[in-house]
């Protein structure tokens, strides 16, 4: 890895000597490296047989969220796209963590703002990825359908192709798909999401400003985003505070938090196993008798 990652720097035009490397714990998907030369401090993430634009449409959400004048994230220099299943890497800024009182209720008030960036339509021109997981989008002028058919109509034909859908949550995730349009709404504004933003995929930088990292960009409801913050509990009641400050919550939340939340735990059950089962199951008794 340490020749990919010399080769890469050469990319960024930093042929200065590597003084300092280490790897990083924390992550499920990819290797993790902070990495120094004598010009810069680097985040140099690394993966092999990936697909050509698993790098790339990380960066491409990076720089959208970026673009969005709200949220910070760290700046790209470089990516590979692989074609053969050759290591690849992703360069970027490495962010000095600096906590901060502050930095929540700063990150649910930008965060807020983020989701004031709208598209035209729902979803995002090309496939991106949900940890692992490819993830098939496309431009949708209706939520509920990108989101039953590319969100939880993906998942679920994936676990059933993994034998993780056994009788009963089989017919139940079959029958909510038939009568999701009493849940989800149609036409929200499609707002820019995140939509991987759970606890591990923000931090706080210098001067406790808020960043985020590992996007799975969509334009999408913003409940959706909301509701996946909630599932494993790791902002506290000041990130909403702050949020609703910015923009009240929509009146429909509390009734589709959980079909929203469901889509994760799909995704956790397909990727991690059955121990996501009773969850999943917990939240189609709800809403299919």
Do not use: C
Request: proline letters at 7%; hydrophobic letters at 35%; a negative charge.
């Amino acid at each position: 890895m340490r020749e990919t990652i010399q080769r890469a720097l050469s990319h960024v035009n930093d042929t200065s000597p590597i003084t300092s490397m280490r790897s990083l714990s924390g992550g499920d998907i990819n290797q993790a490296f902070y990495v120094e030369t004598l010009n810069e401090q680097y985040f140099i993430k690394g993966n092999q047989h990936i697909s050509s634009h698993f790098f790339r449409v990380e960066a491409e959400g990076l720089n959208l969220i970026k673009e969005s004048d709200t949220l910070s994230v760290p700046n790209v220099h470089y990516y590979d796209e692989p074609e053969d299943g050759s290591p690849a890497v992703i360069v970027m800024d490495w962010i000095t963590q600096t906590p901060s009182p502050k930095s929540e209720e700063q990150l649910g008030r930008l965060l807020a703002e983020m989701h004031a960036t709208h598209a035209n339509q729902f979803g995002f021109h090309e496939e991106t990825f949900v940890g692992t997981l490819p993830q098939p989008n496309g431009w949708f002028d209706n939520w509920l359908v990108y989101y039953r058919d590319q969100r939880l109509k993906n998942q679920f034909e994936r676990a059933v192709q993994q034998n993780k859908m056994p009788a009963s949550r089989h017919r139940k995730m079959e029958t909510l798909l038939t009568y999701l349009e009493r849940w989800i709404p149609a036409r929200p504004s499609p707002s820019l999401l995140h939509g991987d933003l759970w606890g591990g995929n923000w931090m706080s930088g210098p001067e406790g400003r808020p960043y985020v990292i590992d996007p799975s960009i969509l334009y999408g409801d913003r409940a959706f985003e909301l509701a996946f913050t909630e599932l494993f509990g790791g902002f506290p009641k000041t990130f909403y505070s702050a949020y609703e400050e910015v923009q009240p919550l929509p009146d429909y939340y509390h009734d589709t938090k959980p079909l929203y939340q469901l889509f994760y735990l799909l995704v956790h059950l397909n990727i991690f196993g059955e121990s996501y089962g009773p969850s999943v199951d917990r939240v189609l008794d709800r809403y299919v008798t």
